[in-house]
């Protein structure tokens, strides 16, 4: 009977892959082929890219801020000349 037990657990073990392999080959929505997947790839590279080119230089330049300039007193020669 041990030997039985033992047999359909070994056999269950073997099967899942089996089975998920299988799974696999039905049209599952949420299964992409590669070639969709690079096909999407590509799209989303291009699309990426056309951002960059239309964002470049349009922006200027984020201006140099220091937040703590009001605690030393102004600005940061009066803080070198007090050391």
Known sequence: ????????????????????????????PYVKTRAQIKKESEESEKAYQRTIQATRGSAPPPAKNDPWANMRGGSSTDASKSK
């Not at 009977?1 to 599952?28: I, Q």
């Open 1 to 28: 009977m041990k030997r039985f037990m033992s047999g359909l657990v070994l056999l269950a073990f073997v099967s899942a892959p089996l089975a998920a392999v299988r799974a696999e080959d039905t049209d599952n």
